[in-house]
Structure formats: structure tokens, C-alpha cells
């Protein structure tokens, strides 16, 4: 009996992500939510511009590549064109928070019947190691290099916090994916986040907490660990907003 | 001979599109061009189409990005300093090879600028208008029948070639009332294999993208895209000669600015100038070869523009110095009259044996 | 008995596999060398697996097939 094994709508080829990146655990665990739901015949991606964009290769869905930040509006366009098809955007810390903030929160109000998967991983990785709108307080970047000074650039975005002040989101729930069970939770968030879609509830927003061990300059265990010890007090986990269950 | 009905510019371009079978539209209020989108309010609901003000001009051209990569009819519509802010998508549509209609009712510029019409976006649509090697199929109306009939060839084209196309008109076309006759030819519908609609598990997935990291491929794909151009080129050109036969004396001028000539061509006609007009239908491709043949017998053109002087650079490239080419302009939301352009045209007759 | 099979050439040596596993089954194969340059991950110690899929879990490239 096979207890674990690759989805059909992961694609089988290697990832350029780095030894011990994230990327690659949220890409699985979409890509396996797509075969539980039976979707991926009418399913939609969006990839970002970051560490991610190539993520139009690894998903064996039909792909669409988007401008930095704009992968909400392309969303948009593509449900509205189909509502039967099922759409999601893969966008990283840069792309959601950033520079596509305006996107991010507009398709939200509108309560766009899409599912996003925010990877938030405190830094731009495709660059190089810049400050990310979520680098936390204090984090050397290397447009931080003397640590990430409030006072000068500002706090980092709670987007999950932001985004449940706003009437239009269904659904939005912050995960980690630094062990075992934190990856089974957010397994759980980003099926409930593709089934809000299936059901035309709304807007689905799930950000998971992930490493970037090659520009945190730490080994891939480190990383996960500061995931517990730094990024987990700063961003708390768990459900935000669930407009179904209130 | 169909009924006519009296439309503003603005809204033939709405019911234009309509007819042609777009149910798709996004964009952002900016004048001069906003009754495009209040018409499109109106009736999309009606039809089963979708209206969507974006956030911005920015979300608008990524919408159509979306809808055009799932092979339907889609525009947006706008006026110059949104057009600026659609760049990024309309690079990103050329990228990716994406049909879609974008409306350009422009206004004068640089810069905030004013709401009064202008010719001042020609470099812009005509020379890319973002980063990259790209071009539109740009089309410039000069009636409202014309906003209408090039709004539906502007998606057939695009549906053809896979390319955006751009409606350059200005805010005078946009807010003249004319009548209008909406019985239009529509191209059979082109097959879209490479839309991205779900895979139904039936073949390959399909991926729309810009992103080309090798060198070798990114340089292929825009050897093989230009060589499409080139058949846009050679098939496309589309123009109108007035009183042509026997000029010795050219005008180049499209759009408003051509009307305002053929005012005064008549009138300088009637004072025994031989002068016509060689009105560009489409900017890109520019009917290079017209004008080329033009400086062949007449003694000089006259490029009439409401601008600092755009079309003019792609009509002295068209006759390669053969004949003298000078401006005759307004700048910044002013249209030139009649009277200016005759005066132009009778300094041309004065100083010019060929 | 649960059997662990790898796509060793996809793998990229990060262990997160080796951290996970509750038994001690992987480890970090010193000798060898992928095509990807890596050090891929092996099975040391089978005999002990339980079939969690805890590695396969934390594996980012997907390269964790397990099977009771």
C-alpha cells in the first residue's frame, strides 16, 4: 500500500529552489489538495515574480505567468472569464506585500472567489537577500545591513491582521510549514482555502510561514528553527478571518 | 443600407466592442474617455458580460492579461497618463503574445497634463510604449463610424495575430456626436489552442509567460514574433488618399488632425492648389510605402499634428529625404484650424518647385 | 514491512528527511555523490521504519516514495 507518494498535479521535474527551501513543501501540498479535490483539469495557477516564478513549471495545471505583484488582477480576470474554473495565485513576501499590495487588498474587498498562497519568508530570495515588507524588526538584509531600522523603514505588514479588518475576505488563515505538524495544519488551511473556491465563497487567503535558509545564512534545520523562535512571536499562527464559521 | 444611430464617440467604441463580441472590460475613470466605461457599465450586466472598475490602471491591463490568456475577447480603455501605467501590462501582454483591445482616448501631456485633445501618445503606441522589442497594431479613427468599425477589426486583428491592438483616438473623437450605422462584418472566430482553460485532463498544460532566461530562447521568440510582425506589415496597411491624383503638395495627418486638413485642402483647392492628404488609418503599421511613392511627385508633405511633432519622424523615414517634410502643429490640447494649415499649405506651394 | 524508495538524483541534501524521521532510519550518504552534487539521502537503517511519511512530509523535492 502506498502510504506517500508524489501528486498527479506536482510536476515531475526537478525545482531550481535551493537545498532546504520551503517552496517546495507548499508547492506539494497544493498540488496534493488539487488531487484530493479532483480539480486540476479546470484548475488555473498564477506564479509570481520572486523565488517562485517558475512555478508555472511545476504544476501540471495550466499556468500562467504574472507581472511582479499583479497576480490577483490576472486572477480576476481569469475567474471572472470562467467561474467554473478554479484559480489560485502563488505569490511570495515581495509580490503580495509590496510591490502588489493594492491588488492584494482590492481583490480581497471585492471577496474574488480565488485562492491565494502567500509564501512569507521574511526576505526577497529570487534577488539576492533584500528587506521584505515582512522583515522583522531587526533582521540584517542586505539592504539591512545593520538590521532592519523601524525608524527608517518602517514596520514590517501583518497581512493576515490587515486583510480581517476589511467586510470582503471568506477565509484567511496563517500557517508554518517548519515541522511535521505545522505542514498536516496547513495541508488542512489550503484545501479548506480551495474548497472555499469549489463552494463560491470568497476570497481565500492562506500565508504560510516559511524558511529561506540560503539568505538567512542558516542550514535548513536552523531555519526551520528560526521559524519557531523569531518568526512564529511576530507573526502568530491560526485563523484570522472565517466568515463561514462566525 | 443599415439604420444609423446617433453616438457619441466614446460609446461607439462601447457598443463596438459589444457587438464584436467582447463581454469582458476593465478599467479605471480617467477623462476624457469615461463614457466608454459608464456605457460599459450599463449594459455588460445586461448581457452577461463583466464590468469591473480595477483599483487602478495598473489591476485593469492585468484583468485583460487574465481574460486574454483564456483566449476571449477583453479590453480596457483609457486616456494618456493611464496608458502610462498600463505599460508594464501591455510589455507583458506582447510577452506573452496575448490578443486585447486597449483604448487610448488621448489628452495632452507630458505629465498630469490637461483633458483636452491631443496626438502626443504617436511615439508611445507607435514605438512599443514599454520596455522591450514589441509593437501594437495601432488604429486611428477619424469619425465616430470609424471608432466603431476599427474597434471591431482591432480585436479580429489581434484575435489574427495574437498581438494587443491599440484604438488611438483623442478626446475630440471621443465626445463628437456623429451617426453611426453598427452593421459590421465579423471575422470568423480563431482558434485559441494555447489559452489557458483548464487542461480537462484531456492534453499538456498550457503556460502563458514572458519569462524566457536563456538567451538563446528569448532571442528566438523574438526573432519568430517580429517575423509575425512582418506579415502585419505587409498585409495591414490601411489608409485613405484625398484628392491624391493630382498633388503636388502632401498632407500627412491622422485622425482629428486630417479633418481639419481636408477643410483646408478644400479650400485651398479652391484657390488653385494642388494638394491632397495621405490619411494613415493604421500607425503601426505605418503605410511607409504610400508616402514613399507620394515623394515621388509631389514637391513636399505637410505632417498637420496636435502634437510637438511624432508622425512627422516616421514620414521623413517613409520618403528618405526625397522631398522636404515640415509641421504644421498644436501642442498641449489645442487643435490646429484650418486657416493654419492653409497658410502652411500655401508656404509649401510658395517656396516649393520641386 | 515499509519500504522507502528515493529519487536520489532529485535530491538536494538538505536532511530535512534525516531531522524528521522519529526512528533514525536516514541519513546523509557520506561516499556518494549525486548528479546534482549532493550528498543524497539513504536509508541506514530500514529494518526500523514505521512508514510515518514524516520524511516524506519535510521533503521539499518530493523525492519520498513510502509504502507498507
Known amino acids: 500500500m502506498v502510504v506517500f507518494d508524489k501528486p498527479h498535479a506536482l510536476a515531475d521535474v526537478p525545482m531550481h529552489y535551493c537545498p532546504g527551501c520551503t517552496h517546495g513543501i507548499v508547492h506539494r501540498l497544493v498540488a496534493e489538495v488539487i488531487d484530493e479535490l479532483g480539480i486540476e483539469g479546470k484548475t488555473i495557477g498564477i506564479a509570481p515574480v520572486g523565488c517562485s516564478v517558475m512555478a508555472y513549471d511545476y504544476f501540471n495545471c495550466d499556468m500562467i505567468e504574472a507581472a511582479h505583484g499583479r497576480a490577483p488582477a490576472v486572477a480576476t480576470g481569469v475567474k471572472r472569464s470562467d467561474p467554473n474554473n478554479i484559480v489560485f495565485t502563488y505569490q511570495g513576501d515581495g509580490d503580495l506585500a509590496s510591490i502588489g499590495m493594492a491588488e492584494t487588498v482590492h481583490s480581497a474587498a471585492r471577496n474574488e472567489n480565488i485562492t491565494v498562497i502567500f509564501i512569507n519568508n521574511a526576505i526577497y530570495g529570487m534577488t539576492g537577500g533584500q528587506m521584505a515588507p515582512t522583515s522583522l524588526p531587526g533582521q540584517v538584509t542586505q539592504t539591512s545591513p545593520y538590521g532592519r531600522d523601524v525608524n527608517a523603514c518602517g514596520f514590517p505588514i501583518k497581512v493576515c491582521e490587515m486583510l480581517s479588518q476589511l467586510d470582503g475576505p471568506e477565509y484567511l488563515e496563517r500557517v508554518a510549514v517548519n515541522n511535521v505538524k505545522n505542514v498536516k495544519n496547513a495541508k488542512k488551511a489550503i484545501k479548506k482555502a480551495f474548497e472555499n473556491q469549489v463552494n463560491n465563497k470568497g476570497f481565500s487567503l492562506v500565508e504560510v510561514v516559511s ?6 545564512g542558516l542550514t535548513p534545520k536552523k531555519a526551520l528553527e528560526w521559524i519557531d523562535e523569531k518568526m512564529i512571536p511576530y507573526y502568530p499562527l491560526g485563523v484570522y478571518k472565517d466568515r463561514s464559521a462566525e | 443600407m443599415s439604420d444609423k444611430v446617433l453616438m457619441k464617440g466614446n460609446e461607439a467604441i462601447a457598443e463596438a466592442a459589444i457587438i464584436a463580441g467582447c463581454r469582458h472590460y476593465f478599467g479605471y475613470p480617467i477623462t476624457p474617455q469615461t463614457e466608454v466605461a459608464a456605457y460599459m457599465a450599463k449594459r455588460m450586466p445586461k448581457i452577461g458580460g463583466t464590468f469591473l472598475q480595477a483599483e487602478s490602471e495598473i489591476a485593469a491591463i492585468n484583468m485583460v492579461y487574465g481574460v486574454a490568456s483564456t483566449g476571449k475577447r477583453v479590453m480596457t480603455s483609457s486616456s494618456s497618463p493611464g496608458i502610462s501605467l498600463k505599460g508594464e501590462g501591455i510589455s507583458y501582454l506582447a510577452g506573452a503574445d496575448l490578443p486585447a483591445l486597449i483604448v487610448n482616448v488621448q489628452r495632452g501631456g507630458p505629465g498630469l497634463g490637461g483633458i483636452q485633445p491631443s496626438q502626443s501618445d504617436y511615439f508611445q503606441a507607435t514605438k512599443g510604449g514599454a520596455h522591450g522589442d514589441f509593437h501594437m497594431i495601432v488604429l486611428a479613427p477619424a469619425s465616430v463610424q470609424e471608432m466603431a468599425e476599427l474597434t471591431v477589426k482591432g480585436f479580429d486583428l489581434a484575435d489574427k495575430y495574437r498581438m494587443t491592438t491599440m484604438l488611438l483616438a483623442d478626446g475630440t473623437m471621443g465626445q463628437m456626436m456623429e451617426p453611426v450605422s453598427l452593421d459590421f462584418d465579423i471575422a470568423e472566430t480563431v482558434e485559441k489552442p494555447w489559452a489557458t482553460t483548464g487542461t480537462k485532463m484531456e492534453r499538456e498544460h498550457n503556460i502563458v509567460n514572458s ?48 479633418r481639419v486638413s481636408k477643410n483646408a485642402i478644400n479650400e485651398a483647392r479652391k484657390q488653385g492648389i494642388k494638394v491632397g492628404l495621405i490619411r494613415p488609418i493604421t500607425l503601426w503599421p505605418f503605410p511607409s510605402a504610400q508616402f514613399a511613392k507620394a515623394a515621388e511627385r509631389v514637391s513636399s508633405i505637410i505632417s498637420v499634428e496636435l502634437s510637438m511633432g511624432q508622425m512627422i519622424e516616421d514620414v521623413k523615414l517613409a520618403v528618405e529625404g526625397k522631398v522636404p517634410v515640415t509641421l504644421c502643429n498644436r501642442a498641449g490640447g489645442m487643435i490646429p484650424s484650418p486657416e493654419q494649415v492653409l497658410e502652411a499649405i500655401k508656404a509649401a506651394n510658395n517656396g516649393g518647385d520641386k | 514491512m515499509a519500504v522507502l524508495t528515493f529519487k536520489t538524483d532529485k535530491c538536494k541534501g538538505c536532511g530535512l528527511c534525516v531531522d524528521a524521521c522519529p526512528k533514525g532510519v536516514l541519513a546523509l550518504a557520506t561516499d556518494k555523490i549525486n548528479k546534482k552534487g549532493h550528498h543524497p539521502v539513504e536509508a541506514v537503517n530500514p ?15 518530493c523525492i519520498i516514495k513510502v509504502e507498507r
Open chain 1, 211 to 216: 524558511s529561506c535558509p540560503t539568505n538567512w
Open chain 2, 211 to 258: 519569462l524566457f532566461l536563456q538567451p538563446e530562447a528569448l532571442e528566438r521568440t523574438n526573432f519568430e514574433r517580429f517575423e509575425r510582425y512582418k506579415v502585419v506589415e505587409e498585409n495591414e496597411v490601411l489608409y485613405e488618399e484625398y484628392m491624391m491624383d493630382d498633388a503636388e503638395i502632401c498632407i500627412a495627418a491622422f485622425g482629428i488632425a486630417a
Open chain 3, 47 to 61: 529494518e526500523a521504519c514505521i512508514a510515518c511519511a514524516f520524511c516524506a512530509t519535510m521533503c521539499p523535492d
